[in-house]
């Protein structure tokens, strides 16, 4: 095994004691999560030392499994870097990080093209890859597997890299708890196991968050209930700063049906020209500006207003000008999810309506994924790396798990520590079965107050009607302990307090961010909002992007 290059000699002394003080318990990265950051970052960091790589559910639920659509890399001829940097640009409405999206752009079309060489199987026509246009891009650009299932295809992907792989212990059913810090370094996590019912501790130097996103605490979702901005929250009480929390990407085309779930139905249907129609089979938006393919803040808000400004008015996805027959090739998955809601897409419209689906911001990193606390770093959907500026281009997502799990890797072997891995001593936690019930009671409250008043669009009287009730929620449930509930409680609400206290601070209305009583986009406000847990006293410190 190829040892990591570690500047100083005492440093790799201090490591080598705190592995064989507990030699189960120490490896040289911890990386929380099993979407398709955590898998590619496990994948790569394995050629570099031991892994501990942990996830509270399994692989086949997570963001990433469900990711139909594709990933986006200028991968064709007709095609450039320069075109997808600025569609990308274009789309974050002017708070993107140019660097990070130039890495994001170039390295990706590098990643993808490694990826394939490794054997990951992208659809084709005869011998080209077929190439899917998405809404935002000015470009075939889209890359799928397996029709709509490419989220699935990259997981397995990844997974069978990483099946056998020596250097990777698996952990799972473990929930992460706590991020362990002293003196502004990382030393590894607090994690409680649901089968064995038992706290555990993983220490390393690196300690990687790819938790994913918060979306899955609104009441209406694209997202699984586990994607609830764990990670996020971890890192805030850790001290690390959180960006653009209020940046949250609502997908205009989620199921819309009563009693079922808001199954997503894919940007990729519109690409090959699906239509938005109303209840009369009538396009809906061909007398304005939009079209079926404007960028996802546009066309959610453009629907969620027509839903809402009467009764009976319904938006159906039509796919009655796409063939047959690229129907059942390209979109299985989606003919056969919705028959079980009794829908034939051949046939019949598809009723939808927008549901929270992405977050934009999240912990603040730098252009290796790495925080303000020393060893802590954060990928993908649980990052902010500043790729996404105000709102996300469809499918450049998947893209950046990939290009910032390699980045990540590749900083973090040469990280050096102020402090011995020693973390502070951690009191265990508790369970109490008789708060199962108030925590789903609570969560269900906050899904309700997020959706009806932090929603698709928010302004100042939501705003504050939302802080108040979260406020009054945090009082009844501040209650000191280490009791598992409880303590989730307590991060939901927290969690729901920063989104909306970044909603409420940013006063106007930007990419997925929409104000009614700040409607336009505003020059005072083009700059990353930032927030940070006071209570850690921890020194903030700006970081060069
Ligand atoms: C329906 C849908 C369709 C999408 N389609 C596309 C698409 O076509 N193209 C695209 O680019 N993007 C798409 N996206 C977005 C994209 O899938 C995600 O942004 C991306 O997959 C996030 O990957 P991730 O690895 O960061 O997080 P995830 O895939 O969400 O994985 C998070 C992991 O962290 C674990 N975890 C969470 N909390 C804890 C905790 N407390 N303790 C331990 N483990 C924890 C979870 O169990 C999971 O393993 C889609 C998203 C959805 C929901």
Redesign the pocket.
Known sequence: MQQIPFRKRLLRKRIHNARSMNKKKYFDFVI????????AAAYYASEQGTVAL????N?N????????????SAISPDDSIKQHYKDTIAVGKNLCNKKAVKILVAEGKNIVREIISLGMKFDRNNTELDISLEGGHSKRR?LHSNGSS??KELVRFFRSLITKNENITLFGN????RILVRNRDAHGAL?YNYKTQKDFRLLTYRTII????L?GIYHKS???L???G??II?AYNAGAEIENIEFIQFHPTALNKKSCPPF?L?EALRGDGALLVDNNGKRIFSNTELTELSPRDELSKAIYQYISAGKNRNVFLSLSQIEKSVIRRKFSYLLNELKKYGIDIITSGIPVAPAA??TVGGIKTGLFGETNITGLYA????ASAGVHGANRL????????LVFAKRCVKHSRSSSFTTPIKPEPESSLTIEDKNEKIFHKVRNQIAKILWEDVGIIRNAASLIRAKEKLSKLREKYSIPGNEYYLLQIQNLIQLALLLTNGALARKESRGCHIRSDYPNQNKKFERNSSQINKHTRLLKIRRER
């Open positions: 929380v999560g099993q979407g398709l950051a955590g898998l942990v996830s509270k559910e692989f639920i997570s963001n990433s499994y469900l990711a139909q659509g594709g990933i986006a889209v490419t989220g473990s929930f992460l708890f994690f790819a938790t994913g996103g979306a694209t997202n699984p586990s994607t609830s764990d990670g971890a997503l894919s689906h992405y990928i993908g959907e649980a469809a499918s450049n997502s998947l893209l950046e798990c």
